[in-house]
């Protein structure tokens, strides 16, 4: 039993230093900067999100759900083809990565990036909104940056390194069943969810750059959050939340605006 919890103890520390020094992107002029913890590989997360991807795709064709609308289709490649390339700002890789934009019809006020830049927006988003090219950029801007920051390779190291915790805590003391799923969702809420907000926060600003660099207007993204509070999808608490409170993130998203603003005319000439 000693060596085991010596082990435990180890493997806790082993993996708690992993994030002492990572850093996946710069800090771009919105200033990015927090370390990250990774315990995964990005091959294995970019690997593992190809197939999830194709089987997504396969499934929405199957249920010919997948590119049904040309023109909504050339929206959103078009906007992807002048934003992809602003990513080297951030990871001078990620332009070459190999990046994919598809549309699945669907009701659903959604849009997603997978690890190494797997690209799905919904029909709903774009048509319940009423989204115009430069609020897609800055929905598809915010979407790239979880990439290009490889937060679900965190959250899944997050998550990792939380077992290795409740591994550790059963063998110190024994607690088991119920009691242990409680330890569980203390530990979720105390370091889950903070980290999920950042996660957030970090990709509002990192596409509201994204698309200023590209020539689209960064004050849209201020005008998406609006439109989604006005469709009530914001009204859960922060403390509470994975997303940032809206009111809090319109204010921020008004200054990184602001702060990027030149970038936008820039170019635009």
Same mark, same amino acid.
């Given at each position: 039993?000693?060596?085991?919890?010596?082990?435990?103890?180890?493997?806790?520390?082993?993996?708690?230093?992993?994030?002492?020094?990572t850093?996946?992107?710069?800090?771009?002029?919105?200033?990015i900067?927090?370390?990250?913890?990774?315990?995964?590989?990005? =091959?294995?997360? $970019?690997?593992g999100?190809? =197939?999830?991807?194709?089987?997504?795709?396969?499934?929405?064709?199957?249920?010919?759900?997948?590119? $049904?609308?040309?023109?909504?289709?050339?929206?959103?490649?078009?906007?992807?083809?002048?934003?992809?390339?602003?990513?080297?700002?951030?990871?001078?890789?990620?332009?070459?990565?190999?990046? =994919?934009?598809?549309?699945?019809?669907s009701?659903?006020?959604?849009?997603?990036?997978?690890?190494?830049?797997?690209?799905?927006?919904?029909?709903?988003?774009?048509?319940?909104?009423?989204?115009?090219?430069?609020?897609?950029?800055?929905?598809?801007?915010?979407?790239?940056?979880?990439?290009?920051?490889?937060?679900?390779?965190?959250?899944?190291?997050?998550?990792?390194?939380t077992?290795?915790?409740?591994?550790?805590?059963?063998v110190?003391?024994?607690? =088991?069943?119920?009691?242990l799923?409680?330890?569980?969702?203390?530990?979720?809420v $105390?370091?889950?969810?903070?980290?999920?907000?950042?996660?957030?926060?970090?990709?509002?600003?990192?596409?509201?750059?994204?698309?200023?660099?590209?020539?689209?207007?960064?004050?849209?993204?201020?005008?998406?959050?609006?439109?989604?509070?006005?469709?009530?999808?914001?009204?859960?608490?922060?403390?509470?939340?994975?997303?940032?409170?809206?009111?809090?993130?319109?204010?921020?998203?008004q200054?990184?605006?602001?702060?990027?603003?030149?970038l936008?005319?820039?170019?635009?000439?």
């Amino acid at each position: 039993m000693r060596l085991i919890k010596s082990f435990l103890i180890g493997s806790l520390l082993l993996a708690s230093s992993a994030c002492v020094n990572t850093q996946t992107t710069r800090q771009g002029a919105v200033g990015i900067e927090r370390q990250q913890l990774m315990l995964l590989s990005s =091959q294995e997360m $970019t690997q593992g999100a190809s =197939q999830a991807y194709d089987a997504i795709l396969k499934e929405a064709k199957e249920k010919k759900t997948l590119n $049904t609308d040309a023109v909504m289709l050339g929206r959103i490649r078009t906007v992807a083809q002048r934003l992809i390339p602003q990513t080297a700002v951030f990871r001078q890789d990620a332009p070459a990565w190999d990046w =994919q934009v598809n549309l699945i019809k669907s009701d659903q006020l959604n849009a997603w990036c997978m690890p190494g830049g797997k690209i799905a927006f919904y029909t709903g988003i774009i048509q319940k909104l009423a989204l115009t090219d430069d609020e897609i950029a800055a929905i598809m801007g915010h979407e790239m940056a979880h990439a290009l920051r490889e937060h679900g390779r965190e959250r899944a190291s997050e998550a990792q390194l939380t077992q290795i915790g409740l591994t550790a805590l059963q063998v110190f003391t024994g607690i =088991q069943g119920p009691a242990l799923d409680a330890t569980a969702m203390a530990l979720n809420v $105390t370091l889950t969810l903070p980290n999920s907000r950042t996660h957030e926060t970090e990709a509002d600003r990192m596409g509201v750059e994204l698309a200023a660099r590209a020539g689209y207007n960064p004050y849209a993204a201020v005008n998406v959050w609006q439109k989604m509070s006005k469709m009530g999808n914001g009204g859960t608490p922060e403390i509470l939340s994975t997303h940032p409170a809206p009111d809090n993130r319109i204010k921020d998203l008004q200054k990184v605006a602001k702060k990027v603003e030149g970038l936008y005319l820039k170019a635009k000439k």
